[in-house]
């Protein structure tokens, strides 16, 4: 069976830090780009971050530039997501998803194009 598991969400002040983390299986990871959303009630969900197979290549929604770091490891079929300096509008469920290919095209915010998907975490930052 093929799923995602999220994990490491949490409460923190502004200006905090988390690392979300995401165990994936059923899938080869190493083959597949991988991406990070997030949504809040009443809105959709948006795409945070992507990253390509070998982690080469990284991309990212512009509130979270210089703040969020992707990475991965193959070894362990993990993926992060290191969350700096914490704003209250960071607030929301986190995702993570496998995309069907193995790089971040253009479309890499569309949440259509991923197959795989977690439970989501839920990320709460105060003021």
């Known amino acids: 069976q093929v799923h995602a598991v999220e994990s490491g969400g949490g409460l923190v002040q502004a200006g905090g830090s988390l690392r979300l983390s995401c165990t994936a299986s059923g899938l080869s990871v190493a083959e597949h780009a991988m991406g990070w959303f997030r949504q809040v009630p009443g809105k959709e969900r948006e795409g945070v971050s992507c990253?390509?197979?070998?982690?080469?290549?990284?991309f990212y929604e512009d509130s979270v530039k210089g703040r969020f770091t992707i990475s991965r490891d193959n070894a362990k079929k993990t993926l992060y997501l290191q969350m700096n300096a914490l704003e209250p509008e960071d607030t929301a469920i986190y995702y993570c998803a496998a995309s069907p290919t193995k790089y971040c095209y253009s479309t890499w915010r569309t949440p259509g194009g991923y197959r795989v998907w977690g439970q989501g975490t839920q990320v709460t930052v105060s003021s």
């Open positions: 990253i390509s197979w070998s982690g080469d290549s990284t």
